[in-house]
């Protein structure tokens, strides 16, 4: 590799991680990232003097990144069901994430929260708190001021932290929750499965539309426990069905795959105190393609569920014994 491909390289992945944490989508970042690096192409090949290509990158990407978040949340507001974002594997990756601070950015529980924050909140809080630039850098990205920055930034945080408390977990201690998850999971075993969430824990599944999911986000751990055992004894009578532990947005996941090892869903587990606080569960195989073969899931549940006169949950809207968590 040149000393050019490398820098190259470089700035992409620089892009991309700003990009991603942005928009929550891997496939709307590499869009953003493509059209970051062609712009610093051109300036180069146009005699444009940039002294910092990383800083001019970042510029270009957050500015960029900012315009399609504010297109991309009309299209949000009609997707069908739960909206998650695009999970990516970290596992055996020199990522980012390896940082405590950048691996929390990274997260599914936390992209969902940054949603909830306006583009520019957005992008103040996470090149500031995550990326380490300074307030005046940042007013220059965004074309405001400083004074403007802060009160971002500050906002942001405040929002963040209201609603997503840190606790620390070491590695160890969620690799080891999430291998008694997946063997309760995979036991059936109820209370040992309950044991492991927290009281007030939510489940979240993102079918999109292409595949039966969860309608809307289930809370309590007994709620929880017992639709992720009726899902695993659905999918148990796929041929081989297996569920393997993962590193997913620098946490704990898991990944759900077929004989073929094909994949069905991608699981996030948020742990904190020594309990499992949330679980996102993304089974729309748009969302899944850039991991691999995607199977077709969606047959095999709808043969599944339950017929008329079985009894079901009391909350059919938010329980179906037929959807994937």
């Known amino acids: 590799m040149t000393a050019e491909e490398h820098e190259l390289e470089q700035l992409r992945a620089a892009s991309f991680a700003i990009a991603y944490r942005m928009l929550g989508s891997v496939c709307e970042a590499e869009d953003v990232v493509q059209e970051a690096l062609l712009r610093v192409h051109r300036a180069i090949e146009d005699g444009e003097q940039i002294t910092s290509p990383r800083a001019y990158v970042a510029t270009v990407t957050t500015r960029l990144a900012i315009n399609e978040l504010r297109s991309a949340r009309a299209r949000r507001e009609q997707y069908v069901g739960e909206w998650l974002p ?5 596992d055996g990756v020199d990522d980012p994430a390896q940082h405590a601070e950048m691996a929390d950015s990274l997260s599914l529980a936390m992209l969902v929260l940054l949603e909830s924050l306006s583009p520019e909140q957005r992008a103040a809080l996470l090149l500031h708190d995550v990326f380490d630039y300074g307030y005046r850098e940042i007013a220059e990205i965004i074309a405001t001021s400083e004074d ?9 945080r405040h929002h963040v932290q209201e609603r997503r ?3 620390q977990t070491s590695r160890e201690q969620r690799e080891e929750l999430t291998q008694r998850f997946l063997a309760a999971a995979q036991q059936g075993d109820l209370d040992g499965l309950e044991a492991l969430l ?18 809307r986000s289930l809370r309590g751990r007994n709620r929880v426990a017992r639709t992720l055992l009726t899902w695993m004894r659905v999918a148990s009578r796929l041929p081989d069905f297996t569920l393997r532990a ?7 996941g898991v990944m759900a795959l077929d004989g073929q090892q ?5 699981w996030s587990l948020d742990i904190a105190r020594g309990e499992i606080r949330s679980i996102s569960s993304v089974v729309n195989p748009d969302k899944l393609a850039h991991l691999g073969v995607v199977a077709d899931f969606a047959s095999p549940v709808r043969a599944h569920r339950p017929r008329p006169d079985t009894p ?12 994937t968590p």
Do not use: M
Request: a neutral charge; zero cysteines; charged letters at 15%.
């Open 86 to 90: 695009e999970p990516i594997l970290t």
């Open 246 to 252: 993962t590193e997913v947005n620098g946490g704990p």
């Open 165 to 167: 408390p840190r606790f």
């Open 148 to 156: 403007n920055v802060r009160q971002l930034a500050s906002r942001a």
């Open 198 to 215: 927290a009281h007030d824990v939510v489940l979240t599944g993102d079918g999109g539309g292409k595949v039966p999911a969860l309608a």
């Open 262 to 266: 094909r994949l069905i869903s991608v």
């Open 312 to 323: 079901i949950d009391p909350q059919p809207h938010t329980h179906n014994p037929g959807a």
